[in-house]
């Protein structure tokens, strides 16, 4: 009997490498927050000696989702302003608020929110592109999840940097405080070709090959944007950064809601990694990503939900269902982006986006024990014929209610152990009518 | 001091009617199964002598949702088939499958099944259109919710009727049935133009003069029925059914997906109800209803979720997120189908296509307890700046607590009163395992 931390015994493991496996009455056997095996229970049993046996007979495990395109801290400008399209959106709404408000202090409240929100749902790791990434980072750690920190860069000053020159050099002491962390990774998170010119981007991409991390961007979003960079560069953006030398396995171009058939086939041959964020998207009318041509392509197409003030949630079982409807809708096919695929999407392809395949992404030994359990003993679930129907099309994010990181078990019977709900809540509520009111007294600021 | 039955006070009341209005801290008062008067709380607090008072402190009350499109008992298939075009689940999979498993224990279970999802979702009014109407109708009734069942037809022999005969003379009889039932009502529901002939609908046409009800069908869902239409009848369905006299106020046309500028136009002069399935559209790849056009031309249109089998949840929180994100991609504009819109859709806009916009659809003094609580108080849904955004964006199905039909709080604090959810999740499973294996023991049959 070999001696090991955690024996979790489920209905159903989907561990999605191999694809479309469904194995029932398994077990993960975890050891140093590793998955060391998965294998029928009974046989389990007999082969392990747990400090830990949990047992989850209505259940279905899965790899914990990878969220690959967020902005965290931004939960708290959620339902800020909704309804407008992009721009008027971003100028009149977004870009003002968080003129006013981000700082250090916004930063750990709202990735908190956004952490506790998340790992209720199911997510485990997350690339986020936000103002004052060490800051994020520090906040993941404590909280044992996982994320990869983008190290934003973009032309106009902010609080968190005056020009490109500091913007970098932040970038790379960031990199560095996180170099050897077991869960906080990091990627250059340059914030999109209308916002950032010719000469940081080429900065970027010489560091790249330097620290091995991967680019994090807003790419082709809107038909405003491709306009724009017609204007201004006499091309569109995707050819402007190809130029530049940025397409490569290291791009993660997020959005490219908004490409033709020439686009997809270089986005192909180049090996850029695609986040598709169907809700975003949509709620602001900025087009349908051609996901199942992509994936046709061979292209690797991962699943975010962007920030929850375009969104308005978090919830990656929402998006996967987004992302198989509307790719079926788009393709004008019923059996185009099945929910197999959308399952894929948000864990081993976002993984393999962010050069964590190695580590995350699937329920394989040797890989990191992030595991979600779903529970799908409810009316909403009920009938199963196929498990991984259920977790796509029936609002299984609501369902979730273990969560592991690293072998540590962050959510327990729906409760997170690492977070303090309330206080979140607390916190929340006080940002709230700071950004209502507009008014921000000493008295009220607790971290 | 006026006696009455209950008192509920909530941080914000949404009574849809007027439109766009958010009350907060006040209450509803209830008697005799009818809101009597909605106030501020602590004027409430002087003039009600409630028997119950009920403090919701951090929820949003709605009217009830109101689901214009269902069937029900399909429940039970939910899963059963996915990600297939709409001829192929239905030939392939759908219709073999309620040849061989449907009769009224199949109803009973499904219905009850669905039931549980709807109550705890929010909704408590649905549009159904299936088999055993009259079985559906007594049902619901012993649950205390509200159902319009639709009295079907069509051309073919089903378990339910061998000939268009017989299944009129069986919906007029069950229309008596239910004629003074406060929670049943009942509307014709001819299946689609593509599935009853002319003979039927000429005589549902002059039988719905008499009686008064609404006609339930599938209209324009797709290409292909629009094509079969062509070809079978020499003219588009729509046209078809305006040359039968069936468009009218009493019509409610389901799906609409593919109509053209004309039929916009001529849905709108005619009066004719559109109930738009979003999820269900995309997740067959039907298309796109215009729906921001017909409500701009003035047309009222309803919100359904279709059958589980189709979508594959009953939720109407998350149908009225599909509905919103979709009208913007559809529009090509993010101020399309705003939050406010989404929920009018969800709830007056159903009870006016049903002809029960005087008894439901708002939180109106005269009208029905209809009444449904949701928590905003969860990390998904904070902080609160537009409750309606929250309701509409934020996956709000999974925060309802409390709902009241006629009065009768059918969910407490998340709790089915009138259902024994555990009997459901258990015939439930028996019949997966009978779906599954294809046997139907006699020895396991209870209902």
């Known amino acids: 009997m070999q001696v090991i931390d955690e024996l979790i015994h489920a209905r159903w493991v989907i561990p999605v490498v191999p694809r479309k496996t469904v194995l029932e009455h398994h077990a993960i056997a975890i050891h140093d927050g590793r998955i060391v095996d998965i294998l029928p229970s009974s046989i389990a049993q007999q082969q392990y000696q747990p400090g830990r046996s949990t047992l989850l007979d209505r259940h279905a495990l899965i790899p914990g989702l990878v969220n690959a395109h967020t902005h965290a801290a931004m939960s708290l400008f959620r339902g800020l302003a909704d309804d407008l399209p992009l721009m008027q959106w971003l100028n009149a709404h977004i870009w003002p608020a968080e003129q006013r408000w981000v700082g250090e202090e916004f930063i750990i409240a709202g990735v908190r929110l956004a952490m506790a929100e998340m790992i209720r749902t199911g997510t485990t790791c997350f690339n986020d592109m936000y103002f004052f990434p060490d800051v994020t980072g520090r906040t993941v750690a404590q909280a044992g999840m996982r994320v990869v920190t983008g190290l934003i860069v973009i032309d106009f000053p902010t609080v968190w940097a005056a020009d490109a020159d500091e913007y970098i050099e932040k970038a790379i002491a960031v990199h560095d405080e996180f170099r050897d ?267």
């Not at 908004?258 to 949509?282: F, K, W, Y």
């Open 181 to 447: 962390d077991p869960l906080v990774h990091t990627a250059f998170a340059p914030h999109a070709p209308y916002t950032v010119s010719d000469g940081p981007l080429q900065r970027i991409q010489t560091l790249v090959g330097e620290l091995d991390i991967p680019v994090h961007m807003h790419v082709h979003e809107t038909n405003d944007e491709i306009e724009q960079g017609m204007k201004r560069y006499g091309k569109r953006p995707l050819t402007r950064l190809h130029e530049l030398g940025l397409l490569g396995p290291s791009l993660v171009a997020v959005h490219m809601a908004r490409i033709d058939d020439d686009e997809i086939e270089l986005t192909a041959q180049q090996g850029v990694n695609v986040v598709h964020c169907p809700e975003s998207n949509m709620k602001l009318a900025s087009g349908a990503c051609p996901v199942q041509r992509l994936l046709d392509a061979g292209v690797n197409v991962a699943l975010g939900t962007d920030g929850a003030a375009s969104n308005n949630d978090l919830d990656m079982f929402g998006e996967m269902r987004s992302a198989a409807l509307l790719g079926k809708l788009a393709a004008q096919d019923a059996s185009a982006l099945p929910a197999w695929q959308a399952l894929e999407m948000a864990t081993i392809n976002g993984a393999r986006a962010l050069g964590l395949d190695a580590l995350i992404g699937s329920l394989e030994p040797g890989k990191a024990a992030d595991i979600v359990a779903v529970d799908l003993n409810d009316a909403g679930h009920q009938p199963v014929y196929q498990p991984v129907s259920q977790l796509v099309y029936t609002n299984a994010g609501a369902s979730v209610t273990d969560v592991w990181v690293n072998g540590h078990r962050l959510l327990r019977e729906r409760v997170l152990t690492s977070l303090d709900g309330d206080a979140i809540l607390e916190q929340t509520a006080q940002w709230c009518r700071r950004i209502t009111t507009g008014t921000m007294p000493d008295d009220t600021m607790q971290t």
